[in-house]
């Protein structure tokens, strides 16, 4: 028997003599007896949502996220929020910036923003679009000042926001530089965890789960020495929300 | 890890008489444990997800089988490799190879306790190959070497005082006195590692079945770190930590994580599925889920031990625990201390060995009532308390000293009958008689001896109640 | 018609600690539960619950006293502990001593229904708190009360303990930090890890000081042995009493 089935072995002993498939009525799991088409459908009925309660969303959204850690502004529109930007790079006199490249971010207003300061803008990216390798995209996001991202998703029950990598979106620019700024647009806040995993189940059932997926709900911290709360320890220090619309 | 839970008489002795630890135990009940209760008192319908999640994860447990070969599909579907490992060498030589393989010299850590159960550090190490722990409190834990002292905070038994001469020590620094500088020291230590090493190792909160996806609950940002930037990552868990599907993670996580620090959520959380994508910028090449039996399989197989599967490693019920906060961890002598502790570190090493272990608790219940999937810890430590005594379903493990059982079939006897009762009454009285002042007794013999070190012990009765009552019978 | 026809009955198992180290305990719960109009038998072939050996793994020696006593309460009505550990070891852990013995464990759960930890029968059965003028006041007294374990845990008892006391004109309530946490008896686990039983039981004296009281109030005699015995030896001037002899000074 190999190591492997030796291991299974182990374990159908343990549990005794069963069916193949369990019954997954009554588990309390909310899913796996269900079908693709009711995965669907409840995913349909969240878009339908998000999208009609967006301006309570946002409020809520705000609230929770500033009692996680963020710095959270809100404005009407993306210039009015270029300006709240420009006024961070200025106060901590960034030289070099990061930004991933969702499509908010994609027209290239960072760097519209920033030109007169005379401030390095950098897209993580590959490819044809990227004028540098892997490791120096790295070795730049590791230089970098700040890191700007748009959002994949926000949380208003944990003032979080969703960042699904891609090839548009780095693993290490919200992580590796001291400030991490995160653009949310209405629409993008779903209410609870619960929608996000049915989206996200979705997504997997139409092969589109990705490989990494975080959620970050403030600054990066630890209480490990005497119970104290300090801030920045691998990642981010200091991180803003931006709320647009 | 090598196990010292034989020790424990010794351990827990340590820990009472160190001052430095009473005072940093103290914070556990303001800190901690309060803000479990305060988290879950805020949260809506608490107890209906405490019983869903229990539910689900009983469900899982029961279907064990199932479930892991559909994490299997899973995982080496989405690009990565999945080994089973029947116990902590097994698992060690896996990962330990697969590192000589790559010509990997340095590995990055995040927390996993299952690698603890391993000594994988150590097996690295002889291997010529430097793990860094870069959680901060198994940082300095590592620095110190020793073993972490609680599930989720592992050096809290440390002052900061402490930590800073461990730095000078060690790392060669000056000598900081605020936290901040400590973590800000630590964060550079560990910058150019991150960039350096070959490969990640952390472990994994929940395995998702459905989709094969591990998912990491962090604040420090090491856990995305580790899962970024080396080309190799490798999760290892134990095998309980499955469940069905990625819809079930909203409700698992908001349990752990108001369970363990009360928080709403913590600042990272991380899903991992296989190695990264084609088009990704970046992350790493290769993914290796390491999934670790290591004795669990024989709480599988106990219908009374089941449930101490269910565990989430939140920490509450250490954090709840009255001898846990006067002990601390170190005193469990293996990788898990305080009530959850006291059933799987016998189990997963030897449970005669760790006799101890199940008798140091007064059975207050207060671990039941802080668990969120309301394992029922006292329970399971009755159970193996009559297992040490009686030996039915491990009688290899059978461990009751003569006087005991001697002094037992004396109490059985005294407790036959009233007849008895007053016999043993008179008995009691005649021996007592040296020893009682004005109805009190301040010093008894051994092994008696214990009480009246600190307590004065009462007098038995001349008049029991029982002789009593028929005065104060129908009037 | 006879005043005694309607009289609630209760038969009373004293446990074996009070019985044997504290009997007048026993008889301060009978002269309450007289007063407050109650018929208190006790069946004289009462021994103990069983729970000494029980809680060190010994059940089979446990069996033969927990057996005699569900046969001699079955079908007895009422039955009434001084002890939140022992009614609990009746209502809650007979479960599982007898869980491979089907016809016990079947009258065990048919009499765990009639078993009632004093307190609960004082307030939740005969409502004590609203008999007016049912408590006197004696000199004025502050105390704190201290919750058993298996009594809050096990039985979920922690209000009416304290609503009694709160009945009591003269008397205040002073709650202590930390009331909740166990005192650091649990039965021989006080002499096998003496050490450990001692510091916890000089945080639960240190709690008890910092409220400023006259004594400290429980409804079990296990803990408040334990107690009672730290502070003597103390001489902390804290007097350690049953919640039935508080009520027993005033009614």
Known sequence: MTERNEFFNTIRQALGPQTEAPNLTGTGSSALGDNSDAVSARSQAIQAYIDEQSGPLMDSLSESATGAGWKVARFDDLDKAGDHIVGIVRDVEANLVVRSRQDVLESGIVEAWLASLGVDVVPMALGEHSEHTVDELRSLAERADIGITGVDYAIAETGSCVLIPSAQVSRLVSLLPPIHIAIVQRGQVLPTLDELFTIRRRDFLDGNLGSYMNLISGPSRSADIEYTLVTGVHGPGEVHMILVG | MQSHTKDFRQGAGAALSDPKIQANLEGLYNGFHQARIDASDQTPDWEALQDKGRAIKAHTLDNLAYYLEMVERNVIASGGHIYFARDAEAASNYVVNLAKERGIELVIKGKSMVSEEMALNHRLEEEGIEPVETDLGEYIVQLAEETPFHIIAPAIHKSRGEVSELFVEKLNVPMYDNIEDLTREARDQLRQKFVDAGMGITGANFIVAETGTVTLVTNEGNGRMCTSMPKIHVAITGMEKVVPSIEDLGLFLRLLIRSATGQRISSYVTTVTGPRGEDEVDGPEEFHLVIVDNGRSKMLADPNLREALYCLRCGACLNACPVYRKVGGHAYGWVYPGPIGAIVSPMLTNLSEAKDLPYASTLCGACKEACPVKINIPRMLLYLRKELTQGETYPEHKSVSMAESTAVKGWRASVSSSFMMRLSNLGGRLLQLPFVRGGRIDRLPSPLSGWTKHRKFPAIASKPFRTRWKNIGKK | ?251
């Open chain 3, 1 to 251: 018609m006879n005043q005694t026809d309607n009289a609630v009955k209760a038969s009373l198992f004293v446990t074996c600690i009070i019985d044997q180290f504290f009997p007048e305990v026993g008889e301060a719960a009978v002269r309450v539960l007289r007063r407050l109009g109650v018929d208190v038998e006790f069946d004289q072939s009462q021994t103990c619950c069983g729970q000494p050996a029980f809680n060190n793994g010994f059940w089979d020696d446990a069996k033969p006293t927990a057996r005699r006593l569900v046969d001699s309460y079955e079908g007895e009505g009422n039955v009434v502990v001084p002890s939140g550990s022992c009614a609990a070891m009746l209502r809650v852990f007979y479960n599982e001593l007898f869980h491979d013995e089907h016809d016990t464990l079947r009258r065990a759960q048919a009499l765990a229904p009639h078993v009632f930890e004093f307190t609960e029968f004082v307030s939740d059965v005969l409502g004590a708190e609203n008999r007016e003028g049912l408590f006197h006041a004696t000199k004025p007294m502050r105390v704190t009360y201290h919750e058993s374990c298996h009594l809050k845990r096990e039985l979920g008892v922690d209000l009416q303990p304290r609503s009694l006391i709160k009945s009591l004109p003269g008397v205040e309530l002073v709650e202590m930090p930390q009331a909740e946490v166990c005192c650091g008896f649990g039965g021989t686990f006080s002499v096998k890890y003496a050490d450990i039983s001692a510091a916890m039981l000089n945080d639960k004296i240190a709690n008890i000081q910092s409220a400023n009281v006259d004594a400290v109030v429980a409804g079990d005699m296990s803990c408040l042995m334990h107690i009672g015995g730290g502070l003597e030896k103390q001489e902390a001037g804290i007097r350690a009493i049953h919640i039935a002899q508080l009520l027993d000074e005033r009614i």
